[in-house]
Nanobody, 126 residues
Framework: QVQLVQSGGGSVQAGGSLRLSCVVS??????????AAWFRQAPGKEREFVIA????????YYADSMKGRFAISRDNNKSMVYLQMNSLKPEDTAVYYC?????????????????WGQGTQVTVSS
């Protein structure tokens, strides 16, 4: 069984930074060939794509509003995925989810990802 366990998050003032971590485990899951992504869901809104990376970590895909502020990285040897968030804004307040996929679906699509973390609250105050 594949598990994604998140850590990090919390509260920060606008302009601040936070880093989220996600560890992927599971015997049947080849983390070295998996895409990894972060999504978020604000209260009353649908879950939306934030950022993703391919299996190598060399290529990143961003939602427009995050480009230049957020970065994704991964350490396949440790089965870890990270989300670095800088210049945070109040509108970034949401529950953030890490996700992993072994499929070749559209990397920005919610339904591409079959494995999900438990979610981490990020609150940005003005």
């Amino acid at each position: 069984q594949v598990q994604l366990v998140q850590s990090g998050g919390g509260s920060v003032q606008a302009g601040g930074s936070l880093r989220l971590s996600c560890v992927v485990s599971g015997r049947s899951f080849t983390v070295y060939r998996a895409r990894a992504a972060w999504f978020r869901q604000a209260p009353g809104k649908e879950r939306e794509f934030v950022i993703a990376t391919d299996w190598s970590g060399r290529y990143s895909y961003y939602a427009d509003s995050m480009k230049g502020r957020f970065a994704i990285s991964r350490d396949n040897n440790k089965s870890m995925v990270y989300l670095q968030m800088n210049s945070l804004k109040p509108e970034d307040t949401a529950v953030y989810y890490c996700a992993a996929s072994s499929s070749l679906g559209y990397i920005r699509a919610l339904d591409t990802y079959e494995y999900w973390g438990q979610g981490t609250q990020v609150t940005v105050s003005s």
